[in-house]
């Protein structure tokens, strides 16, 4: 990960006070570090601000101390930012766990914009900005446990849209999954956290049937508040929670959840959809209304 042979770099280490060797490995490399702390934080959000603060790149990224980037990862990422349109590049992830390489990270930005809004897919480790954006729309929320890079990316889109986006083919990072890992443990928490998000949105734009959905099928936190930036892309937040509620019921359907999925499909506006989305939609409900679950499962097992 040092020998990536870029120049002018600046490799940040924040670490909250690990009681293992890590102490000894940064003060190994510290020749090789812009900056490097050990102490305690509040909580991971807190850590990576602390870090971003002191950036003073044009370009940035994090990665936790699970991961790792891939030989020429700086390289393939800066050559696109060469254009000053661009605000946003990602790349993919591939992941991986004990037993080898598992699947690869594929295409995010979907069309229309309030589809990539809604569909709360955030590549993170393979997701560079520009400095000046989190200039722009501030620090990640320190509130949050699992969710902060969703909610700035989210921020990001209301505010920037996705013209700036553009998504690259080279695998830019290698994501570890194990057992003890934070994604692999918190699944319930981070459905609580992107419930919070999407239920103080729906508050902010008065969308009752939204937030009496939530209310019914999650826990969400109803004193968080997200803050929505000033909207310079003209994104339709209305239409985003639209897609959110299809995301949320294929979700429960996959889950075989069949009253939960039922409950989003009532609340879904079929005319806010793009074409392929009210497809989706009719083949969604139709088999969650009509097919038996046995019968959904035998297909699943044949496909």
Known sequence: MLDQGYPNLEYMIIDGGSKDESGEIIKKYQNKLAYWVIEKDKGQAHAINKGLQRATGDIICWINSDDYLNNGALQAVAGNFSDPAINCVIGKIQYFNEKGMQQRSGSVVRYPAEKTLGSGIV???AMYFRKSCYD???HLDEQLYMSFDA????QYLIYYGINGITEIPETLVYFRFHDSSKTMNNSRLYE????????SIAAQLNLQPLMQLLEATTEPDKSYHFHIPENRSGISLE???NYFVLLLA??????SDHKKAAACFRVVDKELLDPASRQLYSRLN?????VPPGIIKLLRRRN
């Open 123 to 125: 590549p993170q480790p």
């Open 136 to 138: 722009t729309i501030g």
């Open 151 to 154: 909610a700035w990316y989210m």
């Open 192 to 199: 609580k956290e992107r419930s919070s998000i999407c239920y």
């Open 239 to 241: 239409k985003a929670m």
């Open 250 to 255: 294929n979700e429960y359907y996959a889950a």
């Open 286 to 290: 139709f088999r969650n209304t009509y």
